[in-house]
């Protein structure tokens, strides 16, 4: 007698199909929160849809579009069982830079990698990227979800997202509008933001054999929760900011910390000096420091140390401009000025020492 054998599926692989189906069910009261009214459908087609019609009333719209991801902040949400929050990572990570040049978000794709398909956590992700984008003022359109046994653990995940947005050609901001007396402002970050995490992980867990579980006294709260904090939207701030005050250029401060991203947006001619004195960083980065012995310069090439994004106003426009961000709720204040580029040869610098 022959025995029977079972052929191959791709449940047997590893990939629960039926659990992505309910993932999709679970996470489509969120993307309705995110609605524009030029979203057309709804969610599970194979595209999303926006009605180009809107950008008539643009003389000549210029599209900006950005990609990103949150690094391995993701590890920290996995370990703590928190999904909800990392959306707002992704979401602060793609449209920040796209406001940057003064585009007004329009919508976003996200995707999402698992090694297992849990429905609910996949929805909670969804939940925390719609809230996002809610904050941004965006559409949340489509997205993708992909189960990779096998590649990953049960429990691991990332996430990355992709976003497009709209500005008019004589408004975009940039290097050629910034001039000499500019001021330079700063708008405070929620803490560590998307950024440098790796750097974070190997000093507080490895070097420091601190738990994410640890009560840290500087904080007010526990290392997890410090460390899981969302990442600040700056989008309609910024937006809110150009419709009210000049704005010459934005700078998102990421990966490379504050001096590297403040020079992208200053002409070759000019140079940008930012006053350490102006502000005093947030315990986390003065924990990072001294846990893993991290010279400043290290520091400030990795981290935002404390501010997530900065704009470059006339002088004329100071006083408007942090009244229009104080309203809005936003720390802000002058934290330097641009100057005739001399003898540096870099686009901008950092001077003094923190305030403590």
Known sequence: MTEKTTGASYAAAGVDIEAGDRAVELMKEWVKKTQRPEVLGGLGGFAGLFDASALKRYERPLLASATDGVGTKVDIARQLGVYDTIGHDLVAMVMDDIVVCGAEPLFMTDYICVG???????????????????????????????????????????????????????????????RTGDAVIAMASSGLHSNGYSLVRHVLFERAKMSLESHVEELSRTLGEELLEPTKIYSLDCMALTRTAEVHAYSHITGGGLAANLARVIPDHLHATVDRSTWAPGGIFDLVGKAGQVEQLELEKTLNMGVGMMAVVPQESVDVALTALADRGVDAWVAGEILDRGDHTEGATMTGSYAS
Do not use: N
Request: net charge negative.
């Open 116 to 178: 297992k398909v849990h429905p609910e956590r996949v929805a909670a992700i969804v939940k925390g990227i719609a809230e996002g984008c809610v904050l941004a003022g965006c559409a949340l359109v489509g997205g993708e979800t992909a189960e990779h046994p096998g590649l990953l653990g049960p429990d691991d995940f990332d996430v990355a997202g992709a976003g497009t947005g709209v500005v008019e050609y004589d408004r975009l901001l940039g290097a050629d509008r910034i």
